[in-house]
């Protein structure tokens, strides 16, 4: 776990800022934008941060004056108790939750392409608007991942889930079980997406159980089932999705 969020960090090119800074930002993050937009930044209530391109989030600055007033009319409220620092490593942090640079790698994308289609990974990624939402949506992983992280999530799924992405199935006092990733979690309440993507909020007073798997993922692993090469090129193809045509 910790090996990728390192891995992980060491690939999002945040070089103005230190990764203790990034990490500082995160504890703030954690503490005060979780609760909205997930604990890995996914989104919930809020929208997904997780992604290169944000509306209100052209650069660092931009996204700290969001942080600082909130926007206009929306549930995105402003914190004005933090102070421009506090918001400046939020900001840092949540700009490394969507970058990595573009490098070489050994795989050859258009074959790595072909790859994907035939070992059924549409069946639960969307790649430019084709496929099923079941996992997350891959079109801009190769600047949301590096590609020691996407190679991991494809050789030991249960390792590389994100943190804080955890497995739960939930069984109702009224009979119902759901199961799915969490999104967030606090002492009342837990919510989590199922596997067509749909958010489910519940109580916990309302819960018989909630059973948590961590290191567990819906994905199940390719290691065996792709060979060295074909591997190198399933990389280099999700490396090459950068949301660009
Ligand atoms: C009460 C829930 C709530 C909390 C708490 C909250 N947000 Fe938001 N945030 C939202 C909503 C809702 C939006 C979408 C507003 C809109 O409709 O444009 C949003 C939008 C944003 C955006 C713009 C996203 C984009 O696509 O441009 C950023 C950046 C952001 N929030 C960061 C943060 C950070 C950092 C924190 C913690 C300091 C935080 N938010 C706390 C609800 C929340
Ligand atoms: C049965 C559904 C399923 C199949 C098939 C599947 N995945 Fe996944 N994948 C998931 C889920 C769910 C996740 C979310 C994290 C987790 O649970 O591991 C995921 C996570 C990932 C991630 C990490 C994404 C991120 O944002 O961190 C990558 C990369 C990935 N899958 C690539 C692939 C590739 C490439 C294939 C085909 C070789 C594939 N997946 C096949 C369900 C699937």
């Not at 209530?45 to 600082?68: T, Y």
């Not at 490394?96 to 289609?117: C, I, K, Q, T, Y």
């Not at 006092?173 to 979690?185: K, P, W, Y």
């Amino acid at each position: 776990m910790l090996a990728i969020a390192l891995l992980f960090f060491g690939g999002a090119g945040v070089s103005a800022q230190t990764p203790e800074d990034v990490n500082q930002g995160k504890k703030l993050y954690l503490g005060h934008c979780s609760p909205c937009h997930g604990q890995t930044g996914t989104g919930g209530r809020g929208p997904n941060l997780a992604q290169p391109r944000l509306k209100h989030g052209a650069s660092e600055e931009a996204i700290a004056d969001v942080i600082k007033n909130g926007i206009a009319g929306t549930e995105m409220p402003g914190a004005w108790q933090l102070s421009d620092r506090e918001a400046a490593l939020m900001a840092a942090y949540v700009r490394s939750l969507g970058r990595v640079e573009r490098v070489d790698l050994p795989g050859d994308a258009v074959a790595g392409r072909r790859v994907f289609e035939r070992s059924g990974c549409g069946q639960c990624h969307i790649v430019n608007g084709e496929g099923v939402a079941m996992g997350p949506e891959l079109t801009e992983i190769g600047v949301r991942r590096n590609a020691e992280y996407t190679r991991e999530a494809i050789v030991h799924p249960g390792a590389a889930v994100p943190e804080g992405y955890l497995y739960v199935e939930i069984a109702t006092a009224a009979g119902r079980t759901v199961s799915g990733q969490r999104v967030n979690e606090d002492s009342f309440t837990i919510q989590i997406r199922d596997s067509t993507g749909r958010y489910h909020s519940f109580r916990k007073q309302e819960l018989k159980e909630v059973r948590k798997f961590s290191g567990r993922s819906a994905m199940p692993s390719y290691q065996g089932r792709l060979g060295e090469a074909e591997l190198d090129n399933l990389v280099a193809y999700l490396a090459s999705l950068r949301g660009e045509p």
